[in-house]
């Protein structure tokens, strides 16, 4: 019996803990548990053509302090930032740039980098996603 009520607590705590952290789709299909306290920033420099990123931090400026710090470049700009869901950053073949991001129970990378191509699409221009991560760095694609 005591085994017993040692397991069904477990299980109840297990599940409490699950709905107090959201749940995201990183790839097609898969879930993650994302962070909801957690931040991720992109910064990015238009004279290198670089960016670089930075995640899993308790603030948001302690993010994007952290991305602008890895870049070092002068002309560093940061790109955005995200808590506890997605972030994603596009190029254009012509030089622009634009960012998406997805948070919240429904986040999802796909979401992130949809809205991060869109403008580029609706006026007929080539893009790509560079980066697209999570604010806890479960999940980072890069290209």
């Known amino acids: 019996m005591k085994t017993f009520r040692l397991l069904a607590l477990t299980l109840l705590a297990a599940f409490a803990a699950l709905l107090n952290v959201p749940a995201a789709q990183a790839e097609s299909g898969e879930t993650i548990q994302i962070n909801t306290n957690s931040y991720a920033a992109v910064a990015f ?7 670089h ?3 899993n931090y308790p603030s948001r400026a302690e993010a994007e302090q952290a991305a602008l710090r ?3 470049a002068g002309d560093g700009k940061l ?3 995200v808590k506890g869901g997605f972030f994603a950053l596009a190029f254009s073949y ?5 960012t ?3 948070y919240g129970e429904a986040a999802s ?3 992130a980098a949809s809205h991060a191509l869109r403008d580029f699409r609706a006026q007929g221009r080539g893009a790509r996603i ?3 991560l999570s604010s806890d760095g479960q999940y980072i694609y890069k290209r």
């Open 45 to 51: 420099s238009r004279s290198t053509n670089r960016y």
């Open 53 to 55: 990123y930075a995640h």
């Open 70 to 72: 890895g870049l070092n």
């Open 79 to 81: 790109a955005g930032w």
């Open 94 to 98: 012509d030089g622009g740039w634009r």
């Open 100 to 102: 998406g991001w997805s």
């Open 109 to 111: 990378n796909a979401d």
């Open 130 to 132: 560079v980066v697209c």
